[in-house]
């Protein structure tokens, strides 16, 4: 276990994050698990991976659907996160009430300690659970989250800059690095909105009649894969499926012809290489290849049909971008084919237990 470090007089280090969260909610801390749904179980997987790579705590990501009728085993000091736009849905409140129960009276180790993310403090969550991180993102007025999807994730990426310094897993110097990149991010997504909306739509209108589309990203990307998919299939009714860039080849790689586009995210990085191999494997089957890529990048260029150029950020920052232009797609290509892109058939903004 992999305690808090503290200074010589023994106080946590000033951390540059005022989240107002309770002291005692980190205390001994050695697990977390994260409770959500559809998008918020996306900005879920990108917190599993900032919460484990920055801060080193070992975190599970659970369907909250699913966690009610085969919870994980009870583990000693867990963070339990529940993760909700409205704070209103039912799966995700029915999980942690049931978490809540299943470890009141136990020893003071497996006491249940939890924490809320919402667009809404005074939502059900906000009455539920002692602590909340709201995300501030306003009125969405979209059944298909968008901006509180971003909002989400600066959520996580506040959360694990803290307790990156609680536990001092990185040096002050690299977490005030990560926040300045993170105050520039609004600028860069409003220059990408002002650049790139135009070019998008005229994208989108070559997709009305596509029939499925393939998303591809990998390590802190792959989950913005996964939610660009959704975001299509919500709002178009085009099916699309997000994958892990490397798993394509164990399986969709058969789905791949001229009819079936495919969208990679290939950001400079750890694992940019590999998914510009991946992209070509891809080309090699005759798929129309479109890439989330860096302006200005010649590699990406001659590897892709079509781009969605965004700013240049670090690896680590770059979900925050890459999910714009795939939202932006969603929209112009249901647009496109008349559809009510704030109202999809079938859904709604709080849903019932299932």
Not at 115 to 124: A, C, D, M, W, Y
Not at 240 to 268: C, F, Q, R, S, T
Not at 278 to 297: H, S
Request: proline fraction near 6%.
């Amino acid at each position: 276990m992999e305690e808090e470090v503290t200074d010589a007089e023994g106080q946590i280090p000033q951390s540059p994050i005022n989240l107002g969260t309770s002291d005692s909610l980190y205390e001994n801390l050695e697990h977390i698990q994260i409770l959500a749904c559809g998008t918020s179980w996306h900005a879920s997987l990108v917190g599993k991976y900032l919460l484990e790579q920055l801060a080193g705590i070992p975190t599970m990501v659970q369907y909250a659907s699913e966690f009610r009728y085969a919870p994980a085993p009870l583990t000693k000091n867990t963070l339990t996160i529940g993760v909700t736009q409205s704070g209103e849905t039912a799966d995700t409140l029915a999980a942690l009430d049931m978490e809540k129960r299943r470890r009141e009276g136990l020893e003071a180790e497996y006491q249940p300690r939890l924490l809320g993310i919402t667009n809404r403090p005074e939502s059900t969550l906000g009455q539920m659970v002692s602590q909340i991180l709201e995300t501030h993102a306003g009125i969405e007025v979209g059944v298909a989250a968008t901006k509180t999807f971003v909002t989400q994730l600066v959520v996580f990426y506040c959360l694990a800059l803290d307790l990156a310094n609680r536990r001092q897993s990185l040096s002050p110097s690299r977490i005030e690095d990560i926040i300045a990149s993170l105050r520039q991010l609004p600028a860069e997504i409003e220059q990408l909105l002002e650049k790139q909306d135009r070019h998008i739509e005229e994208l989108a209108h070559e997709f009305a009649e596509t029939q499925d589309f393939i998303f591809l990203g990998r390590g802190i990307n792959f989950p913005i894969a996964l939610e660009g998919a959704l975001k299509l299939k919500e709002i178009s009714y085009i099916h699309a499926e997000g994958y892990p860039a490397g798993e394509m080849k164990h399986g969709p790689i058969a789905l791949l012809d001229a009819k079936v586009p495919v969208v990679a995210i290939a950001m400079p990085g750890t694992v940019y290489e590999k998914v510009l191999s991946n992209a070509q494997e891809a080309k090699a089957r005759d798929a129309r290849l479109i890439g989330v890529t860096p302006i200005n990048d010649q590699e990406a260029a001659e590897t892709f049909d079509d781009l969605l150029p965004v700013p240049s950020v670090e690896e680590l920052l770059s979900p925050i971008l890459a999910v714009i232009p795939l939202q932006i797609l969603a929209y112009h290509i249901a647009a496109r084919r008349g559809l009510d892109v704030d109202q999809p058939r079938n859904l709604a903004k709080s849903v019932t237990v299932e």
